[in-house]
């Protein structure tokens, strides 16, 4: 069964530092798509990055980058210069493409920015 | 409109009654989800349509849940003989096809039953 998990249930950073998040998977399938989704306090889901697994290049979205090991299954989000607007539950996702519609998330990491 | 809008925001009701929910996605989206989060956790899958159909409703914990998609654009999730433990925020989105698990998420719509 595919499943995502994310081992750090919640973080806490102070702002200005570098602060990875952790995400691993499984699927038996070789084309797929992660993503990495935000979701701050009171406010909507929005995402942050999104990964090819055929693409060996990580992604990178300004101060968002990824660290996507397709051996290890492992898709770790790291955010540079953190800032205050980053703090909010962040979730793993993918998508397999044969599948075309159902993602499967994980349980989030709740991802604190301390001034 | 620009995003996904979902209406109410809030809505308070007493146990037993029936209630709506409303999604109007973005303009042209095909896809649209469903999802029931509680406090602190991830989203947990409803229904998806793909168009006016219903093409996945597994996720739909009991006969009590429907969802409709008449014109394949504005959503409605009915909820009969609403229960305590449906006390969650419902969340909607919305996705093109060229995308696939890019989904476009409203503010949601959070549902206290008393």
């Known amino acids: 069964a595919q499943t995502v998990t994310q081992s750090q249930p919640e973080m806490s950073v102070q702002e200005a530092e570098t602060v990875t998040l952790s995400c691993t998977y499984d699927t038996s399938e070789s084309n797929y798509y992660l993503f990495w989704y935000k979701q701050p306090p009171s406010r909507q889901m929005i995402l942050v990055i999104r990964q090819e697994a055929y693409k060996q290049q990580n992604a990178t979205e300004n101060r968002f980058s990824v660290n996507f090991q397709k051996a290890a299954k492992s898709f770790s989000l790291k955010i540079s210069d953190s800032q205050l607007g980053d703090t909010a539950m962040y979730f793993c996702?993918?998508?397999?493409?044969?599948?075309?519609?159902?993602?499967?998330w994980g349980a989030g990491t709740k991802l604190i920015i301390k001034p | 409109g620009a995003g996904v809008s979902q209406t109410p925001s809030n809505k308070v009701t007493e146990k037993g009654k029936y209630v709506e929910l409303r999604c109007d996605p973005i303009?042209?989206?095909?896809?649209l989800y469903w999802y029931r989060q509680s406090l602190g956790q991830g989203p947990e899958f409803l229904i998806y349509f793909q168009g006016t159909g219903a093409a996945d409703d597994s996720g739909l914990p009991n006969d009590r849940f429907f969802a409709v998609r008449p014109e394949g654009s504005v959503s409605t999730l009915k909820i009969q003989r609403t229960e305590r433990g449906d006390s969650a925020m419902y969340l909607c989105?919305?996705?093109?096809?060229?995308?696939?698990?890019?989904?476009?998420f409203g503010e949601g719509s959070r549902l206290t039953v008393l």
């Open positions: 989105a919305s996705s093109g096809t060229e995308s696939p698990g890019e989904l476009f």
């Open positions: 996702a993918f998508i397999e493409v044969d599948s075309n519609y159902q993602l499967i």
């Open positions: 303009s042209g989206h095909t896809a």
